[in-house]
């Protein structure tokens, strides 16, 4: 498989740049993408999974470790080093963005390093947010049950009608007070760890100051949602497993990997 450019069949009036940020400095899952899954390690998973994904005419992934590098070129990525003292996933995908061989894509998807099993339409939803319904930011969210509310590990998301975020958390949000059945759970929200930006929203996402909501939730996206940017989220059918964050979701998302790519090298 190769990181070579190619034509993507989706439409769009922007050239579409993947990014996927990597970094080892991981607390709850020491290693992270190094670790293996399906008998690879799970950066490259990711890589090659936006790869077939066809949405970007581009992908690269962006670290500082020279570790996650080498992995990476052996297998046919792009790979672009990046500074050390990123605050965010975000600004490491800014700062690869910015570089002169990547300013003639005029939209930019940051795909988490720890999301193996990421889909297309995700993906993709979250670019036409951007580039088909006008937000300067697009992401993607799930219909999710009841039980994340009460798991800090799981990020939620709550919006207003038109599909804007109004906030996300990782606190139980909606707070389902009233028990009203289906209409209840259907406010319940799971997000999906991508993004697509224009380049000038993002340029102005990292420029902003590290805003306190960010640094006590741990949630990068509500340093431009608190300074009024306007963040748009698509709701799009749940993946096979979220995030890899832990050693039990590790354990889970092996056994999955083996039922749906058994024999995959």
């Known amino acids: 498989m190769s990181g070579v450019p190619f034509a993507s069949s989706h439409a769009s009036d922007a050239a ?29 998973r990711v890589w090659e999974r936006v790869v077939e994904s066809r949405v970007a005419q581009r992908v690269v992934v962006a670290t500082d470790s020279d570790e996650v590098a080498a992995v990476l070129r052996e297998r046919g990525a792009e790979v672009a080093m ?14 690869v963005a910015e570089r002169p061989e990547y300013r003639a894509y ?9 999301e193996p099993f990421v889909r297309t339409d995700a993906i993709d939803a979250a670019v036409v947010m951007v580039t088909g319904r006008g937000f300067a930011i697009g992401t993607c969210a799930t219909a999710a049950p009841r ?57 102005r996402w990292v420029a902003l100051p590290m805003h306190d909501l960010e640094r006590v939730e741990r949630l990068e996206q509500l340093r431009p949602l608190a300074a009024g940017m306007d963040i748009g989220v698509a709701v799009v059918a749940p993946g096979p497993l979220g995030g890899i ?21």
Not at 23 to 31: E, I
Not at 106 to 114: L, R, T
């Open 245 to 265: 964050d832990t050693e039990d979701d590790l354990t889970r998302a092996n056994a999955l990997w083996d039922d749906l790519y058994a024999g995959r090298p």
């Open 82 to 95: 990046t500074r050390a003292d990123h605050p965010s996933g975000t600004d490491r995908v800014a700062e």
């Open 106 to 114: 005029g939209i930019v998807v940051n795909v988490q390093g720890d």
């Open 16 to 44: 579409v740049l993947a990014v996927i940020p990597a970094r080892l400095g991981a607390t709850r899952l020491p290693r992270k993408p190094l670790r293996l899954l399906g008998g690879a390690p799970i950066v490259t």
């Open 147 to 203: 039980e994340i509310l009460g798991n800090p590990d799981i990020v939620k998301v709550v919006c207003d009608d038109a599909g804007r975020a109004l906030y996300f958390s990782r606190a139980p949000i909606p707070w389902l007070r009233e028990d009203d059945g289906e209409r209840r759970d259907a406010l319940v929200r799971q997000h999906v760890g991508l993004y697509a930006c224009t380049r000038v929203a993002l340029q």
